[in-house]
């Protein structure tokens, strides 16, 4: 069939109790999207179904065997033990390209996610900041989740902060489904993807569920993002050095 209007593609039936939708779909610094997929990947999630848009970028994707497909975002389930909530996690290849999409797509995650009994949505993603840093901005429809949040070491965001795309969409339209939701926002420079910046995202969001969840694996990526803007930083100041004019060596050199 083709994909004339955004559905989810259910390719397993899944009993859940009360689970946490959280959303980590590509945008600043893809935070988000490593940050879900580090999730995915450490608990064992298993996908059971998929979201495709006619709002997701027109191109395929190529495989190693050379075998293609459409973009798409990815619904996976984990379940607790009980010392933590059952999970939806999402991740996927891209965000809608359009605010109409934007709107359309968030509406149909949050109409899957509640089909399937959640009641809490968690969004996660980038805040930009020139120098980087390490907090996490939280922001809220749900005052217990915030005091959670900023109880797990989160920092309340700023006044007037925009929260721009499905991380935030999802926050305005959970309302409209009776759900709770919040975002979390690692700081970032946002040049490259930020590992850094998914680690402290995790940080918060898995002492506010109350997962046990190794963050180690983070470290290599994290070391190398570091080495990829330490060369970014010198080539940006030797381009400077070749651009400005020769000038003398006193104070009025320093810039």
């Known amino acids: 069939m083709a994909v004339l209007r955004t559905h989810v593609k259910l390719l397993k039936r899944v009993r859940l109790r009360s689970p946490v939708l959280i959303e980590g779909l590509p945008g600043l610094a893809l935070v988000g999207r490593l940050s879900v997929s580090y999730l995915v ?8 179904a998929e979201l495709y848009s006619p709002h997701f970028p027109y191109y395929v994707i190529v495989d190693g ?3 293609i497909r459409l973009p798409k975002g990815e ?12 999970l939806i996690l999402m991740v996927g290849d891209s965000q809608a390209q359009t605010s109409e999409g934007q709107y359309e797509v968030a509406t149909c995650v949050l109409e899957f996610a509640k089909k399937h009994g959640a009641k809490t949505v968690i969004t ?15 922001a809220s429809t749900s005052k ?8 797990a070491g989160a920092t309340v965001s700023p006044l007037g902060s925009p929260i721009v795309g499905i991380a935030g969409l999802l926050l305005g339209l959970a309302s409209f489904t009776g759900m709770d939701a919040i975002c979390l926002l690692g700081e970032t420079r946002g040049h490259i993807p930020d590992p850094g910046a998914a ?7 898995t002492s506010m569920l109350g997962l046990e969840v190794d963050l180690s694996g983070l470290d ?36």
């Open 75 to 86: 619904f996976y389930y984990w379940r607790s033990d009980g010392r933590a909530p059952d």
């Open 124 to 138: 996660v993603g980038g805040y930009r900041t020139e120098g980087g840093g390490h907090r996490v901005m939280c």
């Open 199 to 205: 680690k402290n995202v995790l940080r918060v969001l």
């Open 65 to 67: 065997d050379g075998h």
């Open 144 to 151: 217990e989740l915030l005091n959670m949040a900023v109880s």
């Open 220 to 255: 290599k990526s994290i070391e190398e993002a570091r080495e990829i803007e330490e060369a970014l930083s010198g080539i940006e100041l030797e381009e400077v050095l070749e651009w400005r004019p020769e000038r003398g060596r006193g104070p009025e050199y320093i810039f």
């Open 41 to 48: 990947e450490a608990l064992g999630a298993e996908k059971f």
